[in-house]
């Protein structure tokens, strides 16, 4: 009975959507560790932005994995010191959108912001463009036919005049807009069913998916982890469910293969409980559903992820939630990649 128990367990695993990994191998840990990276493949490398340091101050890094040699190159800093901003890939180069800053003076918050750049990765460079229509922070951009959709996020709510506005009373947004680099105007698309921030995305044909989040703030304690999936058909303008997430989690790390939205890690909030997750998922549009795979060798949140060719990279991030304090940072420098078996 064993036997044939373990022979239908070994089935199930081998026709669960072909998603499941064959290895998790470990390549150079990151220079320099950091929650709230982000990370974007672009030319056969993978490049990680960002950083929080505690007092909700960014970092501004830059990073470049070369997968040939397992080497990281330190390149220029961003050119404006933003955390919780978006990335997209087009053409070869980089582009930033949103995120949040520190004020000018008095305390310590999060200010959204409207900045957007494209990055050369081959010459290091930046360059201005026009700013996003909507300032906002959390949001997640993708890359569909040359034009870059910019959706979701978090920002505040008009008409705040408190001295302080704490943080989390940036709130849930549904807005989508959409960027087109060779003319450098901005457009407006239908928005999300379900606001959300912290959240995953892919193009797979010529649908755009996103995946669970947060609704609420942008904070955790102060918000709900989504497991609700969303797909936009571009040629309709519209927005349509699909089968949920597995586990509802929010600041992941996500990429796209062989027509698969894989999902990593995230954060989860109670009130007697903070934690990470080790969980990956991914999602097959073909057969709107989801497959389980081996879970992460070390569970965390605010990680940098994409795909190099069949291999997921996820990189850094904070072992535990709410640590943005000093003596209390748990952030890793681990990088590792999931190897995928088809």
């Known amino acids: 009975m064993k036997n044939v128990f373990a022979i239908a367990c070994a089935l199930l695993l081998a ?79 980089i582009y930033m959108f949103g995120g949040y800053t520190l004020p000018g003076k008095g305390r310590a918050t999060w200010v959204p912001v409207s900045n957007s750049w494209e990055y050369d990765p081959a010459a290091d460079s930046w360059r201005a463009l026009p700013p996003l229509p909507t300032a906002r922070g959390s949001a997640t951009a993708v890359t569909l036919k040359d034009q870059i959709h910019v959706i979701g996020g978090a920002n505040l709510p008009k008409g ?41 995305a892919g193009v797979i044909g010529d649908r755009i ?21 969303e797909e936009y058909d571009p040629a309709a303008d519209r927005w349509s469910l699909k089968a949920p997430m597995p586990t509802a989690r929010s600041a992941t790390a996500w990429g796209v293969h062989n027509g698969r939205l894989y999902v990593a890690g995230g954060e989860i909030r109670h009130r007697d409980i903070w934690g990470t997750y080790t969980t990956v998922e991914a999602y097959d549009p073909k057969s709107n559903s989801w497959a389980r795979l081996t879970p ?47």
């Open 160 to 200: 705040l005049t408190d001295e302080y506005i704490h943080p989390s009373r940036n709130v849930s947004v549904g807005t989508h807009e959409v960027f087109d680099p060779a003319s450098g105007s901005w457009s407006r698309r239908a928005e999300l069913i379900n606001a959300r921030n912290h959240f995953s």
């Open 209 to 229: 998916y996103v995946a669970g989040g947060r609704a609420g703030s942008v904070f955790i304690p102060n918000a709900l982890n989504l497991d609700l999936v």
């Open 296 to 342: 992460m060798p070390m569970p965390r949140h605010g990680l940098a992820g994409d795909f190099i060719g069949n291999r997921f990279h996820l990189v850094s991030g904070s072992v535990q939630s709410g640590t943005n304090f000093p003596g209390l940072v748990t952030n890793t420098d681990r990088h590792d990649v999931l190897v995928i078996g088809d």
């Open 15 to 93: 026709t669960a959507g072909g998603a499941h990994a064959q290895k998790w191998v470990s390549a150079a840990p990151v220079p320099q560790g950091a929650e709230e990276v982000y990370g974007i493949a672009a030319g056969g490398k993978l490049y990680v932005f960002g950083g929080l340091a505690p007092g909700w101050k960014p970092i501004g890094m830059v990073m470049e994995y070369d997968p040939a040699g397992d080497r990281w190159t330190r390149k220029k800093d961003m050119p404006a010191y933003h955390h919780h901003f978006t990335l997209a890939q087009a053409n070869g180069r």
